[in-house]
């Protein structure tokens, strides 16, 4: 069976320090993958998607960036952390070309910018 | 611009009552459409996902339907439980982008005793 892992659950860091939150799909093979951010009080907000190694769509402009260093790891990387950074992170996976893919959810990384 | 509009952005019911939750989206071509349900803290969880072809489908006491010609879906909870309290989100994927996936902002939902 499919499973997604998200590390780490909770992570406190302080400004200007770098930040990177791996993810990783078992079960599958060729994914979509996604990163995306909920903050307090707010809706999911897609980040940054992927449909291959090395393809990454990055849909608003911020501080972070991402890498798909091979099939089924998604990294959320940033250099320098802003408070504004803070947020719940969820990275997901759906099964790419089908109309009825499912998509799977992490448990998410709180992260809280001090 | 494809968007997804939720309605209401929160609502409070009794335990035992009935709710709707309206979506309505601008997202085309249209592929799929999926309801997820979000505990606090916790990443979202599938509770239906329908394509255009389909009006209605049930899960348990969640019951979503979707009119694509109006481009319109409603998630009905019937007898609604405590553990029902959650956010509720529509997700809805466009058929020329990758199955990109755009959320609606979500309907916070809280059941009361």
């Known amino acids: 069976s499919q499973t997604i892992h998200q590390w780490p659950a909770t992570l406190v860091q302080p400004v200007g320090s770098p930040l990177s939150l791996e993810c990783t799909v078992e079960g599958t093979s060729n994914p979509n993958l996604y990163w995306y951010r909920q903050a307090a009080g707010r809706g999911l907000q897609l980040l940054f998607y992927s449909v291959g190694i090395g393809q990454i769509s990055s849909e608003v402009p911020q501080n972070l960036s991402a890498s798909r260093p091979q099939d089924r790891q998604f990294i959320l990387s940033s250099k320098k952390l802003l408070l504004s950074d803070s947020g719940f992170y969820l990275c997901?996976?759906?099964?790419?070309?089908?109309?009825?893919?499912?998509?799977?959810f992490g448990q998410g990384t709180r992260l809280t910018v001090v | 611009k494809n968007q997804v509009e939720q309605s209401p952005q929160s609502l409070i019911i009794l335990e035992g009552k009935n709710c709707t939750l309206q979506?309505?989206?601008?997202?085309?071509?249209?592929?799929?459409l999926r309801w997820y349900k979000q505990d606090t803290g916790r990443g979202p969880v599938s509770l239906t996902i329908m394509t255009f072809s389909e009006n209605t489908k049930s899960n348990g006491r969640y019951t979503a339907t979707l009119d694509a010609d109006t481009k319109q879906s409603s998630l009905h909870i019937t007898a609604s439980q405590l553990s029902d309290s959650a956010s509720y989100i529509c997700v809805v994927s466009a058929q020329n982008q990758g199955g990109k996936l755009i959320f609606g902002q979500g309907t916070e939902l809280s059941v009361k005793p």
């Open positions: 997901a996976w759906s099964v790419a070309g089908l109309r009825q893919a499912e998509a799977f």
């Open positions: 979506c309505n989206y601008t997202v085309s071509p249209f592929s799929n």
